[in-house]
């Protein structure tokens, strides 16, 4: 089982440059969300969907956009890199809301913008 | 005041020792209640849901406090693999959302 699927692992970008960070699931889960975690941080989030065609902010979402077209499919877009957005990107799934939250996260982006 | 706060740590401490760590949320109006573990440049994983009435698995014993609003995570006879970040996470409302919040975890260090 793939599970949560993300990519790329590592990247690095100049200020001023657009990524589109893609993640993938496979278990038909309706939630899908996007966190990023600062050294010695918890996890922020950014963009949270419950379902293809509806998202919304989460707590940071300054500086990114997310669309979500499909059910398996919710890139992350950062447009204009700034360093503050230095980090690393976890995208998360589940299958709904209470009491079944549990995430399934994929393996993470590193992300630099020097 | 932070939605979730937790103590950072590093709580260091020797193999077969007993260690807790608590949480605390401002939301009086959430309804769910999960630690998750991260090892180190991983992602997490869910270590278990916590209930009202508390609940254990194995050496792990997690407890919810609502009128104190703070969940707790006691790992009993600690080893070396527990090792890791605790992550302390609570649903914000409204709960259909499905949102969850982390607390910035408590890191564990289990020495020989």
């Known amino acids: 089982n793939a599970g949560v699927t993300q990519t790329p692992k590592f990247r690095i970008l100049k200020i001023g440059q657009s990524m589109t960070l893609q993640c993938t699931q496979d278990m038909n889960h309706n939630y899908m969300y996007w966190y990023r975690q600062d050294p010695g941080m918890g996890l922020k989030l950014i963009y949270y969907s419950v379902g293809a065609g509806i998202t919304d902010k989460g707590e940071v979402p300054n500086g990114y956009n997310v669309s979500r077209s499909t059910t398996e499919d919710f890139p992350l877009r950062l447009e204009l890199a700034a360093p503050s957005q230095t980090s690393v990107y976890f995208c998360a799934s589940s299958y709904g809301g209470p009491p079944n939250e549990k995430l399934f996260f994929g393996s993470g982006t590193q992300l630099s913008v020097l | 005041r932070k939605e979730v706060e937790q103590d950072p740590g590093p709580f260091n401490v020797p193999e077969g020792a007993t260690v807790a760590f608590n949480c605390t949320y401002s939301n009086s109006a959430s309804q769910s209640f999960f630690w998750y573990r991260q090892d180190c440049r991983k992602e997490p994983k869910l270590l278990m849901s916590v209930y009202s009435s508390g609940n254990e698995d194995g050496r792990f014993t997690a407890q919810l406090n609502r009128a104190s609003q703070y969940i707790s995570l006691l790992i009993r006879d600690s080893k070396l693999s527990d090792s890791a970040t605790y992550l302390c996470?609570?649903?914000?409302?409204?709960?259909?959302?499905?949102?969850?919040?982390f607390g910035q975890g408590t890191t564990l260090q289990v020495k020989p």
């Open positions: 996470v609570v649903t914000v409302p409204p709960s259909n959302t499905g949102k969850l919040i």
